[in-house]
């Protein structure tokens, strides 16, 4: 059954002025997915401990049930590479950005060292 917070993530994800198509080489040897990512590779505010910490690394976002959709833990994405706008990335960890409705539902930021 699809619930609102769904709907809100398939329009962000599908709108090509947002998201892009990206592919995704994790380490355990699974072949190269294709994968909606935002490119937040400028750096951000991160909250880490309650506290809006200001980023200076890349970071791009991916949702959690497309990784899944492919048989993909948020695990499996640590040590892997993310090819991002023409730009090959390694993805050295991973945050969950629960959506209201779980972690299932939301976002994974991926944290990405240029490589």
Same mark, same amino acid.
């Given at each position: ?31 190269? /997915?294709?994968?909606? !990512?935002? =490119? ?9 401990? @309650?506290? *809006?910490?200001?980023? &200076? ?11 899944? /959709?492919?048989?993909? !833990?948020? =695990? ?9 706008? @023409?730009? *090959?990335?390694?993805? &050295? ?23």
């Amino acid at each position: 059954m699809m619930d609102a917070w769904s709907f809100h993530y398939d329009a962000i994800y599908n709108n090509p002025m947002i998201a892009v198509d990206a592919v995704l080489t994790v380490a355990c040897g699974n072949p190269p /997915e294709t994968i909606r !990512a935002i =490119d937040k590779t400028v750096g951000q505010l991160v909250n880490f401990k @309650g506290v *809006d910490v200001a980023t &200076i690394g890349p970071s791009a976002c991916v949702r959690v049930s497309e990784l899944a /959709e492919k048989g993909l !833990a948020a =695990d499996d994405v640590d040590d892997g590479v993310l090819t991002l706008n @023409g730009k *090959d990335w390694t993805i &050295i960890s991973h945050e969950a950005i629960p959506a209201p409705t779980g972690e299932a539902g939301g976002e994974l930021r991926l944290m990405l060292s240029e490589k």
